[in-house]
């Protein structure tokens, strides 16, 4: 909790407590994560030859791409996208070091692997 005070007092900070400034930090993560569940939907659709799927998760990838080139042409939200791009470098790290659990019950059946008979 402290770290992400700390974070969060940074961005406050450098964004000299304008909200109209954070809103923009804030709105490219947002997008960012759009993008890529979109991407991922797209993809699913595609191997599924759902072609309604396909042009609707299409549309909503081609909108959001805009909307992120738009906010990122103000220079500013780059800060956002580079550190969204740090955190999902470390989430990676951890998911290889974990194995690459596949799903839910992988990375269940890991943990519990790695705790071995401490749970009671």
């Known amino acids: 909790m402290g770290a992400f005070l700390c974070v969060a007092a940074v961005v406050v900070v450098a964004a000299g407590a304008s909200e109209q400034e954070l809103v923009l930090f804030y709105a490219?993560?947002?997008?960012?994560?759009?993008?890529?569940?979109?991407?991922?939907?797209?993809?699913f659709a595609?191997?599924?030859?759902?072609r309604r799927f396909?042009?609707?998760?299409?549309?909503?990838?081609a909108?959001?791409?805009?909307t992120l080139v738009v906010n990122l042409g103000?220079?500013?939200?780059?800060a956002s996208l580079a550190a969204a791009?740090?955190?999902?470098?470390i989430l990676h790290r951890?998911?290889?070091?974990?194995g690459m659990p596949s799903g839910a019950a992988d990375a269940e059946a890991?943990?519990?692997r790695a705790m071995g008979d401490t749970i009671v």
């Not at 909108?63 to 805009?66: F, M, R, S, Y």
């Not at 103000?74 to 780059?78: A, E, G």
């Not at 951890?94 to 974990?98: I, K």
């Open 63 to 66: 909108a959001v791409t805009l």
């Open 46 to 50: 595609r191997a599924e030859h759902t």
């Open 94 to 98: 951890l998911w290889v070091r974990a």
């Open 110 to 112: 890991i943990a519990e």
């Open 74 to 78: 103000r220079v500013y939200p780059i």
């Open 28 to 43: 490219v993560a947002v997008f960012v994560a759009f993008f890529f569940g979109l991407l991922s939907m797209y993809r």
């Open 85 to 89: 791009i740090v955190i999902a470098a």
């Open 54 to 61: 396909v042009a609707l998760t299409g549309a909503g990838l």
